[in-house]
């Protein structure tokens, strides 16, 4: 999949941010769970802030793939963790 997302003059390739999404939910496992704005600096330090959309959308279709989930810890923050 080639497709990119275009937010804010970024442009980013929608298969790195699942790849990065799922490389972290693999290197932190069930048991420990990591944010959307971790993914965006992984994938593009300097405009990070402008891509956390993009990266919550790429994670909600990983979700409905059933390679990860979303948990609520603080009830203010969207997390997502590896599925079991």
Avoid at 20 to 31: T, V
Avoid at 68 to 73: C, G, S
């Amino acid at each position: 999949m080639l497709k990119y997302l275009h937010q804010q003059g970024v442009m980013v390739f929608a298969d790195d941010i699942r790849q990065k999404i799922l490389k972290l939910a693999e290197e932190r496992g069930s048991d420990r769970s990591f944010a959307p704005w971790e993914v965006a600096r992984e994938v593009d330090q300097k405009n990070w802030r402008m891509i956390v959309d993009q990266v919550v959308l790429v994670a909600s279709v990983l979700i409905r793939e059933g390679k990860i989930k979303a948990i609520n810890k603080t009830k203010r923050t969207l997390r997502f963790r590896k599925t079991r």
